[in-house]
């Protein structure tokens, strides 16, 4: 039986075809829009699952009703009483009616089902972090064959998630798009103690669970500082951030420590939710559950194909497909092209084989560099339209991870660790101001193309990595087929290979 998976009407909406134990396609609307973030779907994206084959199932990631249940009690009644956001009204206007929703999981279950079936493990904990479900903000679960029971959860107002995005917010940054940013932001700024107490003290209750003061659904832009009072500068903000970012971690981390009194029939640990994409927390959490498992798609997008392995009730072959689900790009990775230019100190781009699901470039919608220039983050973040702050990741070959960087976990074949770099010196493109970096491992399992790539790099140049990050500029969507790659090359001057 196929069934697809769906999730629209929040951020980021996404399609999953599933069938028996593949995935058979993966996308995000927005690659097929050109909006960033889009939360409606699109024709475009079901005719590309459909050379895949019609579902038989439609699962849709959450309750509607219980979410409306929610929004009336949070005072929402705009997005209660209107009818535009029910899934099935949405999906006939897309589709004109070709799809109906056969059923509905709830948005933590969604999240829960997408690590768990997704993870090299048949019994495990599972820790749900976000925004909002329905009610629910954080979930653990016990999970063993193919059920999923819930042991416990934090519900709305309280939610991690929302706080973070909330001083996301008063950073003048985006919410619900620009967290990743305040993460980068945070490097720069210096620890505070009075600062911390006075950030707890404003928004957090005592206790082991993560309690808040405060309803956070609409931003805290009326919060200010007695310690630090904002003067406007840059630097108040990469100080609010670090010490933001301190709180997160802590408070994650007091999540995590339940699990041995929730659930102690296992170390193994999967892990999801919008939070899961903070991979500086991520690296500390490793630490003490090295059976970490994170899917490359933590966030919402990631729930269509939760919604529809908890129906299909069956593990995933996902190390078979990996990453790399949505639109196919044909044609032999092209090594040689690509490998001519960064030889010669160049930007490049690759545009080749099927786009990725999840919000990071793992080799086939790359901008890449040698991360040896001095000059080139400064080159990127020019073209890429980005704040100079802002770092970039390093790919390099799996069996070098450990020559280079101070790596937390064996692989990080996703992007969801931080590792300090030994020799910042040598890598100066690689390495953030506190000389982390992002760390993609790659193996010839992973993507067997991008591979043979740094591997030439390595043969010639003796660096056995390359600068890795999203074929896209700020703003917009990553490049997603042959048309984006080509207008890429022709707008920023930047060579797309395919």
Not at 55 to 80: C, H, I, S, W
Not at 205 to 232: A, F, I, T, Y
Request: proline share 5%; net charge negative; charged share 25%.
């Amino acid at each position: 039986m196929k069934i697809l998976g769906i999730n629209a009407l929040n951020h980021d909406a996404a399609i999953t075809l599933i069938e028996d134990d593949k995935i058979l396609f993966a996308a995000h609307a927005e690659r097929y829009s050109g909006i960033k973030n889009d939360s409606n779907l699109n024709k475009e994206m079901f005719r590309d699952m459909e050379q895949y084959g019609e579902p038989d199932y439609v699962v849709y990631f959450e309750n509607p009703y219980t979410k409306k249940l929610r929004q009336f009690m949070a005072g929402q009644y705009r997005e209660v009483f209107s009818r535009k956001n029910l899934p099935q009204n949405h999906l006939d206007e897309v589709m004109g009616g070709k799809y109906s929703i056969d059923e509905y999981v709830d948005h933590h279950l969604s999240h829960a089902s997408s690590t768990y079936f997704t993870s090299p493990y048949k019994e495990s904990a599972v820790v749900c972090i976000d925004a909002i479900g329905e009610f629910d903000t954080i979930s653990i679960w016990y999970a063993k064959g193919n059920k999923l029971e819930k042991r416990w959860s934090q519900v709305y107002p309280n939610s991690l998630g929302l706080w973070y995005s909330a001083m996301t917010q008063r950073l003048d940054l985006k919410p619900q798009e620009d967290e990743f940013i305040l993460m980068g932001m945070a490097a720069w700024g210096k620890p505070n103690k009075k600062l911390q107490e006075e950030l707890r003290l404003s928004f957090f209750q005592e206790g082991d669970d993560v309690k808040l003061n405060r309803n956070l659904h609409r931003g805290c832009l009326d919060w200010d500082s007695d310690v630090m009072p904002d003067d406007g500068s840059e630097q108040w903000k990469f100080d609010i951030a670090h010490n933001v970012q301190v709180i997160c971690e802590e408070e994650i981390q007091k999540v995590f420590n339940k699990l041995s009194d929730l659930v102690p029939e296992t170390t193994n640990v999967c892990y999801s939710g919008g939070v899961a994409l903070n991979c500086v927390a991520n690296s500390l959490v490793v630490k003490d559950y090295p059976n970490l498992w994170i899917l490359p798609n933590p966030g919402d997008a990631g729930s269509s194909l939760g919604c529809a392995a908890y129906i299909g009730g069956k593990h995933l072959d996902f190390m078979e497909n990996a990453a790399f689900l949505g639109y196919n790009i044909k044609g032999k990775y092209p090594v040689k092209p690509v490998l001519k230019e960064l030889l010669k100190g160049n930007l490049v781009g690759v545009a080749n084989g099927r786009a990725e699901y999840g919000p990071r470039a793992l080799g086939n919608r790359s901008l890449l560099a040698d991360p040896r220039g001095k000059n080139i983050k400064a080159q990127m973040n020019e073209i890429k339209n980005r704040q100079e702050f802002r770092p970039f990741a390093p790919s390099v070959l799996e069996e070098h991870a450990n020559d280079i960087f101070e790596m937390p976990t064996k692989k990080s074949e996703f992007m969801q660790h931080v590792a300090k770099c030994k020799y910042p010196d040598k890598y100066p493109a690689i390495c953030h101001i506190d000389n982390t970096s992002r760390v993609q491992t790659v193996s010839k399992q992973d993507n067997p193309g991008y591979y043979k790539l740094i591997k030439e790099f390595y043969k010639e140049t003796g660096c056995p990595m390359v600068l890795n990050t999203s074929l896209n500029i700020k703003g917009q969507p990553i490049v997603n087929d042959e048309k984006d790659a080509d207008d890429f090359t022709k707008k920023y001057g930047v060579k797309v290979y395919r």
